[in-house]
């Protein structure tokens, strides 16, 4: 076997990041808002059955961009993490914190000794519940494992920064529901030369006034409703 | 098995939706075998029982408060009856300690499934799977710890509630009416055969299930009765289309009180 040529780490590494972020770039968008009573995601997803979104336990949602396979992988080992430790300790030892570093270290891991990195994003949230001190929580974690904690929005795929720059202007405390959605689907339209509608549109919600499990789906009437009446 | 193709290895992993083949993999110490001398196994806490019946708009769940070992009282307010997922509930009968991890796994099974294939199981998937829960307790059945679930949910195909019996193997049997499980069952079953009607409202199967319950704890030590002084009542609940709902307390306490002054004024059951 011929002897590979020789190649500067940091060469290796800046070209795996390139080709990560190239990726990454040609994905689609997701955004995430913080609102008066939970925490809203919102992707950019014309399929219906192929999920950008999940649930993963109580009070902690998922949501990925970039190659579907790769963050799909991602997705049920999240899922597999929460409930093992939900099951083998309780419900409420299951934390956002505890996954998004997993991640970090997995999605690190990858980067470092794969030859091919994975070409996603993606992001842990987890809902306050209601207790007294207890805060949303945000977590953004890289392709190659960086791990940043945001505050009241978040985005991340192709067009993230200028969605970024269209949220820090217009975005406010304590928004309705009506209202997050509204902003949500503004800052993605910032960014197409089409106007969005509810069926281009993937949406979840931890809503911090259900009891246990509180992610659910918007879609159909309901999503469009919200997307038409916000004030 | 190892010199299979890696893809075909990727292909069973991470299709796989079962909680319980993860949990086998990543704790198998959970999954050890234990041996228990006999002279133990008398001083297991036992479930006692539990009945399901079938209603107009779904099925009912119920069972007493009353955990036995032996000829000991060993808990009055154990829980038996078990929310499974939204349209579906277990009740629990046999060695309580593993009946109770049983309904606490199957719970997991069921949404770990419902979030990693986004979709829940059919009512039939469901049964199977507690089936297989079944089987697996089998050596500990063996010795004497069997655990005998009843399950019941509402088929959103369908649309009728459904109930399910099981035997120490695990084998699955599809009941019509009612079902009842545990060691006072057979007086339950007696009087739910004579009270049983076609179409009930939900009203009328609470009176029924109640009933039911306070002739199993008439006939049967292990079962315990609505408990005036302590304020203790049977777990009732109820599965339709809307999903797995209680039945308050407050509610059971009064037909608890019904059943028992007719019973006092007619000198009946005494």
Same mark, same amino acid.
């Given at each position: 076997?011929?002897?590979?040529?020789?190649?500067?780490?940091?060469?290796?590494?800046?070209?795996?990041?390139?080709?990560?972020?190239k990726?990454?770039?040609?994905?689609?968008?997701?955004?995430?808002?913080?609102?008066?009573?939970?925490i809203?995601?919102?992707?950019?997803?014309?399929?219906?059955?192929?999920?950008?979104?999940?649930?993963?336990?109580?009070?902690?949602?998922?949501?990925?961009?970039?190659?579907?396979?790769?963050?799909?992988?991602?997705?049920?080992?999240?899922?597999?993490?929460?409930?093992?430790?939900?099951?083998?300790?309780?419900?409420?030892?299951?934390?956002?914190?505890?996954?998004?570093?997993?991640?970090?270290?997995?999605?690190?891991?990858?980067?470092?000794?794969d030859?091919?990195?994975?070409?996603?994003?993606?992001?842990v949230?987890?809902?306050?519940?209601?207790?007294h001190?207890?805060?949303?929580?945000?977590?953004?974690?890289?392709?190659?494992?960086?791990?940043?904690?945001?505050?009241n929005?978040?985005?991340?795929?192709?067009?993230?920064?200028?969605?970024?720059?269209?949220?820090?202007?217009?975005?406010?405390e304590?928004?309705?529901?009506?209202?997050?959605?509204?902003?949500?689907?503004?800052?993605?339209?910032?960014?197409?030369?089409?106007?969005?509608?509810?069926?281009?549109?993937?949406?979840?919600?931890?809503?911090?006034?259900?009891?246990?499990?509180?992610?659910?789906?918007?879609?159909?009437?309901?999503?469009?409703?919200?997307?038409?009446t916000?004030? | 098995?190892?010199?299979?193709?890696?893809?075909?290895?990727?292909?069973?992993?991470?299709?796989?939706?079962?909680?319980?083949?993860?949990?086998?993999?990543?704790?198998?110490?959970?999954?050890?075998?234990?041996?228990?001398?006999p002279?133990?196994?008398?001083?297991?806490?036992h479930?006692?029982?539990?009945?399901?019946?079938?209603?107009?708009?779904?099925?009912?769940?119920?069972?007493?408060?009353?955990?036995?070992?032996?000829?000991?009282?060993?808990s009055?307010?154990?829980?038996?009856?078990?929310?499974?997922?939204?349209?579906?509930?277990? @009740?629990? #009968?046999?060695?309580?300690?593993? *009946?109770?991890?049983? $309904? %606490?796994?199957?719970?997991t099974? !069921?949404?770990? +499934?419902?979030?990693?294939?986004?979709?829940?199981?059919?009512?039939?998937?469901?049964?199977?799977?507690?089936?297989?829960m079944?089987?697996?307790?089998l050596?500990?059945?063996?010795? @004497?710890? #069997?655990?005998?679930?009843?399950? *019941?949910?509402?088929? $959103? %195909?369908?649309?009728?509630?459904? !109930?399910?019996k +099981?035997?120490?193997?695990?084998?699955?049997?599809?009941?019509?009416?009612?079902?009842?499980?545990?060691?006072?069952?057979?007086?339950?079953?007696?009087?739910?055969k004579?009270?049983?009607?076609?179409?009930?409202?939900?009203?009328? *199967?609470?009176?029924?299930?109640?009933?039911?319950?306070?002739?199993?704890?008439?006939?049967?030590?292990?079962?315990?009765?609505?408990?005036?002084?302590?304020?203790?009542?049977?777990?009732?609940?109820?599965?339709?289309?809307?999903?797995?709902?209680?039945v308050?307390?407050?509610?059971?306490?009064?037909?608890?009180?019904?059943?028992i002054?007719?019973?006092?004024?007619?000198?009946?059951?005494?």
């Open positions: 076997m011929p002897l590979p040529y020789y190649v500067s780490p940091e060469q290796m590494m800046k070209d795996k990041a390139e080709y990560a972020r990726g990454i770039a040609r994905g689609r968008s997701i955004v995430t808002l913080e609102y008066g009573e939970g809203l995601l919102l992707a950019e997803n014309p399929s219906s059955l192929l999920h950008k979104i999940s649930e993963v336990y109580d009070r902690i949602a998922f949501a990925g961009v970039g190659k579907y396979n790769e963050f799909e992988n991602l997705r049920i080992a999240g899922i597999r993490h929460a409930d093992v430790k939900g099951y083998s300790y309780s419900r409420g030892d299951v934390t956002a914190r505890a996954l998004a570093n997993a991640y970090s270290q997995a999605l690190g891991n990858i980067f470092t000794q030859i091919k990195p994975f070409e996603v994003e993606v992001l949230a987890e809902v306050a519940d209601g207790n001190g207890s805060k949303n929580e945000i977590y953004h974690i890289l392709y190659d494992g960086t791990i940043e904690d945001e505050k929005y978040a985005a991340m795929g192709g067009q993230a920064d200028e969605i970024r720059r269209h949220l820090k202007e217009h975005y406010k304590g928004l309705s529901l009506g209202d997050a959605v509204k902003l949500a689907v503004q800052a993605l339209n910032v960014t197409q030369n089409k106007t969005l509608t509810a069926r281009d549109l993937e949406v979840g919600v931890l809503d911090r006034t259900k009891t246990r499990r509180r992610f659910r789906r918007l879609a159909g009437d309901v999503l469009t409703q919200l997307m038409g916000a004030s | 098995m190892n010199d299979q193709p890696r893809w075909l290895s990727v292909f069973n992993d991470l299709s796989n939706a079962s909680f319980v083949d993860v949990l086998r993999r990543e704790q198998p110490h959970l999954f050890a075998e234990i041996r228990l001398r002279e133990d196994v008398a001083q297991v806490p479930g006692t029982t539990v009945l399901s019946v079938s209603y107009r708009e779904g099925v009912i769940m119920a069972g007493d408060r009353q955990a036995t070992a032996g000829y000991q009282v060993a009055r307010r154990i829980e038996k009856i078990f929310k499974a997922d939204d349209y579906s509930g277990v @009740g629990i #009968a046999g060695a309580a300690g593993p *009946a109770v991890e049983m $309904a %606490k796994l199957f719970q099974e !069921l949404e770990h +499934y419902e979030k990693v294939e986004g979709d829940s199981l059919s009512l039939e998937g469901k049964a199977n799977k507690l089936g297989q079944i089987r697996m307790n050596p500990l059945a063996m010795q @004497g710890l #069997a655990v005998v679930p009843i399950f *019941a949910g509402f088929d $959103a %195909k369908a649309g009728v509630g459904r !109930l399910f +099981y035997d120490v193997t695990g084998g699955k049997y599809e009941e019509a009416n009612f079902e009842a499980q545990g060691s006072g069952s057979k007086d339950a079953r007696d009087s739910l004579k009270l049983w009607k076609k179409d009930m409202t939900r009203d009328e *199967a609470l009176r029924v299930v109640i009933e039911a319950l306070v002739d199993a704890s008439d006939e049967d030590v292990g079962t315990g009765g609505p408990d005036f002084v302590r304020n203790i009542f049977p777990t009732v609940r109820t599965i339709d289309r809307d999903g797995f709902g209680d308050p307390e407050a509610e059971v306490r009064r037909v608890c009180e019904v059943v002054a007719e019973r006092t004024k007619t000198g009946n059951g005494a």
